[in-house]
């Protein structure tokens, strides 16, 4: 079975471009979450989705990040205008509802 | 806020020693979950554990949840290269979220 699936798997970009991350979840999968890892603050949710509805976004930084899920089996975090702060790597997983989640092999980031 | 503290927060033994890894929060969690991450991948799941002071054994693993359901323990014995990673902490908040653990990075040599 095919795992999470993200790409790219590495991304440098300048600061002030767009910045557009992909996720496939499990097939299956109803629950899908964004996280970002840093040395500093750990590994936090940005936002998660149920059967592609945003239910919490509290977790994203501010309006120049921005989620979608438009169907089951795909969804992409963009980030317009990136920051040097943006750096990190950033997973994606899903879950059949509150069951364990699987964690893609993530995507990092860096802006210079 | 629910924060979860770990210690040690680096831990570099030789192989065939024993260890510790301890996860703690000022907060009650319902359930608490530890994981294994190696450099290039993401977390995955080792354990879950719910009920105050449930201890659960993977192999050389043994988890325990604290009486209060605020912390948690990792116990390895007998370390081995194969487990080297960051272990990571996670409760599942009140709001149902998960909240990871500030992680141990284990280093075993042969």
């Known amino acids: 079975d095919a795992g999470v699936i993200q790409s790219p798997r590495h991304e440098v970009t300048e600061m002030g471009q767009e910045v557009t991350l992909r996720c496939k979840p499990i097939?299956?999968?109803?629950?899908l979450f964004w996280y970002r890892q840093t040395m500093m603050r750990g590994l936090e949710l940005l936002i998660y989705?149920?059967?592609?509805?945003?239910?919490?976004d509290s977790g994203m930084p501010e309006d120049r990040f921005s989620a979608k899920m438009p169907n089951a089996s795909f969804s992409t975090l963009k980030i317009q205008p990136s920051e040097p702060r943006d750096s990190a790597v950033y997973f994606c997983a899903s879950s059949l509802w509150k069951d364990t989640q699987y964690f893609g092999p993530g995507t990092r980031l860096t802006v210079l | 806020t629910q924060l979860l503290e770990q210690s040690p927060q680096f831990l570099s033994i030789q192989e065939g020693e024993n260890l510790t890894v301890y996860c703690n929060s000022s907060s009650v969690f319902s359930s608490l979950q530890w994981y294994r991450q190696e450099p290039g991948e993401g977390p995955v799941l080792l354990v879950t554990v719910v009920t105050g002071g449930e201890v659960k054994k993977l192999k050389r693993l043994t988890f325990q949840f604290g009486d209060a359901r605020k912390d948690s323990s990792l116990h390895i014995t007998a370390a081995q290269p194969g487990d080297t990673g960051l272990y990571l902490c996670a409760g599942r908040s009140n709001t149902d979220k998960l909240i990871f653990g500030t992680g141990t990075r284990l280093q075993v040599f042969p």
């Open positions: 097939s299956g999968h109803n629950s």
């Open positions: 989705f149920n059967n592609n509805v945003p239910i919490d």
